[in-house]
């Protein structure tokens, strides 16, 4: 149980996508003015992520490894992601047409986020069982969310600060992410006993 917990720990808070691994920046700079957007893609790139790990898990287990066939990894995995995302996509439209317009571009374009893919491969590159790469799954996706809402409410605040016009805009985006990271590093002596 304690091994989960680490895992769950070290993949949405210690090495969490964005802020450690710089994963999937166009979506947290384009996504994060509100946070209701930035809920609302959050959730869906948790579900795109955690499914597309099973999916991907399975893949290269059953078909890939077997057969020989590692190198077709890359294209087999964005395949998967790509039908994840696609059913997603349906579904936000179906429940939430006002969300689906918020989200606007970003949401199709949750394919070519490359947190999707670089968690993916990340399970790949760890060798991890099936339960363990949908836990990490989940907890990167989580991590991700939570990194997402976080930097949402900054910008609001932000929005409404005066800020030098040298700095407005992406450029005090930029350096309050950067702050959001070193908070977030905090965290890494958390693995040591």
């Known amino acids: 149980m304690r091994d989960m917990i680490m895992l769950f720990v070290s993949a949405a808070l210690v090495n969490n996508v964005i802020l450690a691994r710089f994963l999937g920046l166009c979506s947290f700079m384009g996504v994060t003015t509100r946070i209701e957007t930035a809920v609302g893609m959050g959730a869906a790139c948790t579900f795109v992520i955690t499914v597309s790990a099973m999916g991907d898990w399975a893949i290269e287990r059953f078909l890939l490894v077997p057969y020989g066939l590692e190198y077709l990894r890359t294209v087999t ?8 995302v696609q059913f997603t996509e349906s579904v936000v439209k179906k429940v939430s047409p ?12 949750i394919t ?7 968690v993916c491969l990340l399970l790949v590159e760890g060798k991890f069982g099936f339960i363990d ?8 996706s989580l991590g991700y969310s939570l990194v997402m809402v976080l930097f949402a409410g900054l910008r609001e605040r932000l929005a409404l600060a005066e800020v030098p016009r040298l700095f407005a805009g992406p450029p005090i985006g930029f350096i309050t992410a950067s702050l959001l990271a070193l908070a977030f590093m905090g965290f890494s002596g958390m693995a040591t006993n």
Do not use: H, R
């Not at 989200?103 to 199709?108: A, C, W």
């Not at 070519?112 to 670089?118: E, S």
């Open 98 to 109: 006002p969300l689906f317009e918020m989200l606007g571009i970003y949401l199709p374009l």
């Open 133 to 140: 790469s949908t836990w990490f799954a989940l907890a990167s």
């Open 77 to 84: 995995f964005i395949l998967v992601v790509a039908a994840a």
């Open 112 to 118: 070519t986020n490359c947190a999707v893919l670089g």
